[in-house]
Each structure stands twice: as structure tokens, then as C-alpha cells.
């Protein structure tokens, strides 16, 4: 069974410039999260879809932002890039099980955005 | 609103020596907790989960994390270090929303080090 997979693996940007980033989920996962991951501050929760509509929504500006398709995969944009925003970007899925959720994450290997 | 504190950004082992990674959650509710582990340059990969049964629980890779209710803690710990254990660790709570939903918080990450 495939795992979550996410392209590109790099991505080289320069300031002003937007990035877009893609993640497919595993196979009948209904949940795509997205994280950054920037060098010293750990894992920052950045967006939340589920069956297409975003649930919910981490503490970042609006230049990021994103969308999941019927098939389940999700893209992340990010405009305007500014330096900060150079991070590794954490896309994970999980089933859906109704009130048994526990929460757990299954996480693709990341997209590396460099902004110049 | 949950939370989790990791005490120890780095911990540095001997090759066979005991491992023990702190972890400290907040939560209204009794909570889902994770371990993830991150090598270099890969996404994050599940080590263990509690998930309200047995509060000793075994991962993979010889790991284990025992939840303590009474301490808010879920501690990582490993009898004996290998130099492959060198990597990120990362401790997770569950956030429960409203349908039976669930998002992850993390904490800030350990970086473990294992040295001859």
C-alpha cells in the first residue's frame, strides 16, 4: 500500500514569488493536515482538510493557503514568499473513524521549500 | 486547549545505554498520545500510541512509553541505546474537536544523540 506521498521534494523560490506544494493521501484516507516544520521551531500545525472542506485552520496569514480535491489530495499555496518561509512541509492523512478518531497521523517525507 | 511539553531539546547516550525522552501533556480530557520519531531529511514515523488501553505501551524498535495519569507524563524510553536511534523525537497529543474530529499538537522535539 502506498504511503502519502508529496511533491515536489525541493523547491526553490525567490522572495515575492508563490509555491505550490502537493500531497496525495493513502488510499481511503479522507483527512490531509499540513504542518511546517522551520529550522528550531518544531512542528507548527498550518492547515486541516476533510472531505474536501478545511475544518481548520493553524495561527498563519492568509498567504497560505490550500485546498483538497475530490480525490482526496491536497495543495498547498503559499504567496508572496517571504525568507521565513523557507521549511520543511509536513503533509499527513488519517481515516476517518468517526467518534474512534484517535488523532494518528500518517506522514509523507516533505516538500523542502528554500526561498532566496 | 491541550499542550506538550518535551523536557531536553538534546539528550546525548552511550551506545547500550538507557534511553528515557520526557514528555509532559496538559488536558482537560484523558488524552491520546503519540510518539514520532524524524531522521534526517524524512518525515515522521510512528513510534507508539496510547489510546486509553494498556498504559504501558510498545513500539517498534524495542521503545516503549508508559502513560501516568497522575504526573501528566508519557515518557519514551528504550533499555538500550544503538546508534541508529540517533534521530528527532517528537511527543504528540490529540486535540478533540467537535464530530469526533482530531488534530495533533506536538511538542517541540528532542534530538537524541547516541555516541560509542
Known amino acids: 500500500e502506498a504511503g502519502v506521498t508529496q511533491s515536489p521534494t525541493h523547491l526553490i523560490k525567490t522572495r515575492g514569488q508563490q509555491a505550490t506544494l502537493r500531497c496525495s493521501p493513502i488510499s481511503g484516507h479522507t483527512s490531509v493536515y499540513w504542518y511546517q516544520q522551520a529550522l528550531g521551531l518544531g512542528l507548527q500545525f498550518l492547515l486541516w482538510y476533510d472531505e474536501g472542506e478545511e475544518r481548520n485552520r493553524g495561527n498563519f496569514p492568509p498567504r497560505f493557503s490550500g485546498r483538497q480535491f475530490p480525490n482526496y489530495s491536497s495543495e498547498l499555496n503559499v504567496n508572496a514568499l517571504e525568507l521565513e518561509d523557507s521549511a520543511l512541509y509536513l503533509c499527513?492523512?488519517?481515516?476517518?473513524?468517526?467518534?474512534?478518531?484517535?488523532?494518528?497521523?500518517?506522514f509523507g517525507e516533505g516538500s523542502r521549500l528554500t526561498v532566496l | 486547549a491541550q499542550s506538550v511539553t518535551q523536557l531536553g531539546s538534546h539528550v546525548s547516550v552511550s551506545e547500550g545505554a538507557l534511553v528515557l525522552l520526557r514528555c509532559n501533556y496538559s488536558?482537560?480530557?484523558?488524552?491520546?498520545l503519540f510518539w514520532y520519531v524524524q531522521y534526517p531529511n524524512q518525515g515522521l514515523q510512528l513510534l507508539l500510541k496510547?489510546?486509553?488501553?494498556?498504559?504501558l505501551v510498545k513500539g517498534i524498535n524495542g521503545f516503549e512509553a508508559e502513560f501516568k495519569k497522575s504526573e501528566t507524563s508519557f515518557h519514551l524510553t528504550k533499555p538500550s541505546a544503538h546508534m541508529s536511534d540517533a534521530a528527532e523525537y517528537f511527543c504528540a497529543v490529540s486535540e478533540m474537536f467537535s464530530g469526533g474530529y482530531n488534530k495533533l499538537i506536538f511538542g517541540a522535539g528532542t534530538r537524541l544523540a547516541v555516541h560509542p
Open positions: 488536558s482537560s480530557v484523558p488524552p491520546y
Open positions: 496510547y489510546t486509553s488501553a494498556a498504559t
Open positions: 499527513a492523512s488519517s481515516l476517518n473513524l468517526g467518534p474512534y478518531n484517535t488523532g494518528e497521523l500518517f
